[in-house]
């Protein structure tokens, strides 16, 4: 079946533009995880749903980062007044949210996302 | 807190020879631990995992890592590398609780194979 899917794979924007990025989940996940990963290391984590609901968004950097997930299934990473620093891949994972422990989570592709 | 320390940056092999990609983790808990890998220009994609069954655990590709936790070690090991191989590969562990399990990822080894 189709895995985690993200658009748009790649972003140019300028210093100071709103951008959004989209994470569409394996069909029937209903955790979805927001992951950033900075040129030269690991993920780090961002933000978690459980169905619509933002049960932890402790790694999200500023409150220049927002995100939703309005219906259960496709979550939009939502960045105000980008800096050069918010370059970076912005990874999306899904996991079933059934298992009531630690489950495996699916990773997109990514956005890669450029701020000149 | 849980933390990941992936002691090579990166590990050069020959073609045929074989692979260590070494791990230590800190958790709190009884950890569930992954090892993920990340060809160029493409997702991450999970190798093994393990929690808390069998302290060795087998995944794709004939890679394998054991459990260790007296020494808090998830290296990642495998008898004969092959070119298709090289990629980074990346030590994950997870504590999880009411609010989910996040992962925690390492810095990351650069594995490169030689012909």
């Not at chain 1, 300028?14 to 569409?24: A, H, P, Q």
């Not at chain 1, 961002?46 to 790694?59: C, R």
Request: one cysteine or more.
């Amino acid at each position: 079946g189709a895995g985690v899917s993200q658009t748009p794979s790649n972003k140019v924007t300028e210093k100071g533009k709103y951008v959004e990025l989209r994470c569409d989940p394996i069909s029937g996940h209903t955790a979805l995880y927001w992951y950033r990963q900075s040129l030269g290391q690991g993920p780090e984590f961002l933000i978690y749903f459980q169905g619509t609901g933002a049960a932890d968004d402790s790694g999200l950097p500023n409150d220049r980062f927002f995100a939703v997930r309005p219906e259960g299934s496709v979550s939009t990473l939502k960045i105000q007044r980008t800096e050069r620093g918010d370059s970076a891949v912005y990874l999306c994972a899904s996991s079933s949210g059934l298992a009531g422990g630690v489950e495996t989570q699916y990773f997109g592709p990514g956005t890669r996302l450029l701020v000149l | 807190a849980q933390s990941v320390t992936q002691l090579d940056s990166h590990v050069s092999v020959s073609e045929g020879t074989p692979v260590l990609l070494r791990c230590n983790y800190s958790s709190s808990y009884s950890p569930s631990l992954f090892w993920y890998v990340q060809h160029p220009n493409k997702g991450l994609q999970l190798l093994l995992k393990y929690t808390s069954a069998a302290t060795l655990v087998k995944g794709i590709n004939g890679f394998e890592a054991e459990f260790k936790k007296s020494e808090t070690s998830f290296h990642l090991t495998k008898p004969s590398a092959h070119m298709s191989d090289a990629a980074e590969y990346f030590c994950v562990v997870s504590d999880y609780d009411n609010a989910g399990n996040m992962l925690t990822f390492g810095g990351g080894t650069r594995l490169m194979v030689k012909p």
